[in-house]
């Protein structure tokens, strides 16, 4: 018993972590740098922005069906990590409630946030750019969803 509380609980961390990178990954504006004429440009989901002359300025991306996708499944991905924490909490007071649902959830969860960062690798990214803090911590938080998941199946065996 003593076991299923402390995986249960390093499960919530994990997720609580997951869900905390997946909004700022998606939030924000660091997936790509590159330089462009004098001005270092940083791209994100929703905008992109630069700093020529040390000013700042932002404007909003065009929308390609790619990059429409690849918001799509960030914020489905979001909202998985939403619902787990929810059906988590609730796990925990309703003792007959199964921890295989909570794991299809988390691993949903990882597979929309692989799709979204594997679009926008193949279709979106550009080739002379180095990827950034957002992108990075897009992926962490995928791995972070799956073994999460995987936990949350090992509990339900146990």
Excluded at 29 to 42: A, D, F, G, P
Excluded at 94 to 101: L, P
Excluded at 107 to 136: Q, R
Aim: hydrophobic share 50%; with cysteine; aromatic share 14%.
């Amino acid at each position: 018993m003593a076991s299923f509380r402390l995986i249960y609980f390093i499960n919530c961390g994990l997720m609580i972590i997951g869900a905390v990178f997946a909004a700022l990954s998606t939030a924000g504006n660091y997936w790509e740098k590159y330089s462009l004429r004098s001005t270092i440009v940083h791209v994100g989901l929703w905008q992109f922005c630069g700093k020529p002359f040390s000013s700042s300025y932002c404007l909003e991306r065009d929308k390609t069906d790619a990059l429409m996708a690849c918001e799509a499944f960030m914020i489905i991905g979001c909202l998985g990590y939403l619902l787990s924490l929810c059906y988590s909490s609730v796990l925990c007071i309703r003792k007959h409630w199964t921890s295989k649902v909570l794991a299809a959830l988390l691993i949903l969860t990882a597979i929309c946030l692989a799709i979204a960062l594997g679009v926008y690798t193949k279709e979106i990214s550009i080739k002379e750019s180095t990827f950034g803090w957002s992108y990075i911590i897009g992926w962490c938080s995928a791995a972070i969803s799956l073994f999460a998941g995987i936990l949350s199946f090992a509990e339900h065996i146990e």
